[in-house]
């Protein structure tokens, strides 16, 4: 099993920037997707951004315009470029691969703190 690890949480302060890293123990290759997920206390996890294997990403209406989803040339790691950062982006952030229906990985999770 491909083990995934998020990197490049912290705090900013509105306006800023953070560029989080989800990096593979394998190729990412052997995802069919992998997407970036949040979730704050008390609060179902929600879908953030995905980029599949093949074909166009996809954001959350909330973050469009604002993060980008990306990978690496080596295809181990993946980016999530948060410009323009809002307090309502506090969240810890996951890191997600999925392989089928049934197979998925999970990073252990970053925090990303947004101060007014």
């Known amino acids: 099993q491909v083990l995934l690890v998020e990197s490049g949480g912290g705090r900013v302060q509105a306006g800023g920037s953070l560029r989080l890293s989800c990096t593979a123990s394998?190729?990412?290759?052997?995802?069919?997707?992998m997407s970036w997920y949040r979730q704050t206390p008390g609060k179902t996890r929600e879908l953030v951004a995905t980029?599949?294997?093949?074909?166009?990403?996809t954001y959350v209406d909330s973050v469009k315009g604002r993060f980008t989803i990306s990978r690496d040339n080596a295809n181990t790691t993946v980016y999530l470029q948060m410009n323009n950062l809002k307090p309502d982006d506090t969240a810890v952030y996951y890191c997600?691969?999925?392989?089928?229906?049934?197979?998925?990985?999970w990073g252990q999770g970053t925090q990303v703190t947004v101060s007014s």
């Open positions: 997600r691969g999925v392989v089928s229906a049934l197979t998925d990985s």
């Open positions: 980029i599949p294997r093949s074909g166009e990403t």
């Open positions: 394998g190729s990412i290759f052997s995802f069919n997707h």
